[in-house]
């Protein structure tokens, strides 16, 4: 393919840019197969075609992936809000755009920029930290807390292992991404402030699209939304007196109008097919038998389309 072939792509196929390989990959690969975008070309290819639909998928380093989009380079982009964050600020001292709209959020990759210190360290709150290294990956999302709370800092810039710089004698607290804290522990380090919170966002490019391109983002939205949507919701049949349906339909979480069904050669009771669009816990089945409710059986939606 010559230049002005790949630059002529460029403008019908919809691109992509997601994390190549790290804790957002196995998600945002399920999220795309799941609006029925099929890539097949390895994980080490940079750039993948989907088979079936005018995408391309540009495999980056999550670090990259705001730069991208705010640069014009790929259409739409999946990264956490921390990168993206901590990318506007670092951008806006360098003099770059930092133009881009957040499509939604996507449910996954939740995690906390917090602080930490040694275990055996007293904790008053974060004015402790005056004057004192702290060791991140984040500089600029911490810098911003600290300042609005007057607390000066010595940032120390470490891209990886954060856990280990007090240990070390680099540091004398963090500010690491967690999730559950368990890293934290093993490294002697206790969790005693949440700076920010965040899980991974679908972004697009501040600027029209090219109609053709426009038109693969209108249909993978609401196929997006339904993927998103499908994940709490669950299909609920069960045969079930007919004068309980009042108190049913009180407690299925979300339940919108259910389908009820004659059984044949039983005319007090009925099956009721519903879809509720909540968690569902285990109380609710247990009150569901209590109101004479048989054969409960909860399905999971792979899809849903509005
Ligand atoms: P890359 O090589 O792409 O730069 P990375 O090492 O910077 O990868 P990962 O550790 O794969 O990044 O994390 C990517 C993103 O996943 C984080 O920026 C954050 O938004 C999210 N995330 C979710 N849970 C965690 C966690 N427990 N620890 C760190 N990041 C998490
Ligand atoms: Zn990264």
Redesign the pocket.
């Known amino acids: 393919m010559s230049a002005s072939d790949n630059q002529r792509d460029g403008a019908r196929r919809l691109r992509i840019a997601i994390?190549?390989?790290?804790?957002?990959t196995d998600d945002t690969e399920r999220l795309l197969s799941g609006c029925g975008i099929r890539i097949t070309e390895r994980r080490d290819h940079l750039l993948a075609h989907a088979e079936n639909m005018p995408i391309d998928i540009l495999r980056v380093?999550?670090?990259d992936i705001p730069g991208l989009v705010m640069d014009h380079v790929v259409d739409l982009g999946i990264v956490?809000q921390?990168?993206l964050e901590e990318t506007i600020m670092e951008r806006e001292v360098d003099g770059l755009p930092t133009a881009y709209r957040e499509i939604m959020p996507l449910g996954f990759?939740?995690?906390r920029l917090a602080v930490a210190i040694p275990t055996e360290r007293a904790w008053g709150g974060l004015p402790d930290l005056d004057g004192q290294k702290i060791a991140t990956t984040y500089p600029y999302l911490l810098r911003r807390v600290m300042r609005e709370q007057g607390i000066k800092f010595k940032p120390v810039l470490l891209t990886?292992s954060v856990e280990v710089a007090p240990r070390a004698g680099l540091a004398d607290a963090i500010c690491d991404?967690?999730?559950t804290g368990a890293t934290l522990q093993s490294n002697g380090l206790r969790e005693v402030e949440t700076i920010y919170r965040?899980e991974?966002v679908l972004i697009a490019r501040d600027q029209e699209l090219y109609p053709e391109k426009q038109e693969v983002l209108d249909l993978i939205l609401p196929r997006l939304r339904g993927v998103l949507a499908a994940r709490e919701s669950k299909y609920i049949m069960m045969n079930a007196p007919r004068e309980a349906l009042p108190q049913i339909k009180r407690i299925i979480p979300g339940a919108e109008n259910p389908s009820i069904i004659e059984l044949e050669g039983d005319p007090g009771r009925v099956a009721v097919h519903v879809v509720s669009r909540e968690k569902l816990f285990w109380e609710t089945l247990e009150s569901l038998k209590e109101l004479g409710a048989t054969s409960i059986l909860v399905v999971p939606i792979e899809k849903m389309l509005d």
């Not at 994390?19 to 957002?24: A, C, E, I, P, V």
Request: with cysteine.
């Open positions: 994390q190549k390989s790290g804790r957002l380093r999550d670090d956490g921390n990168v990759g939740e995690c990886g991404l967690v999730c965040s991974a």
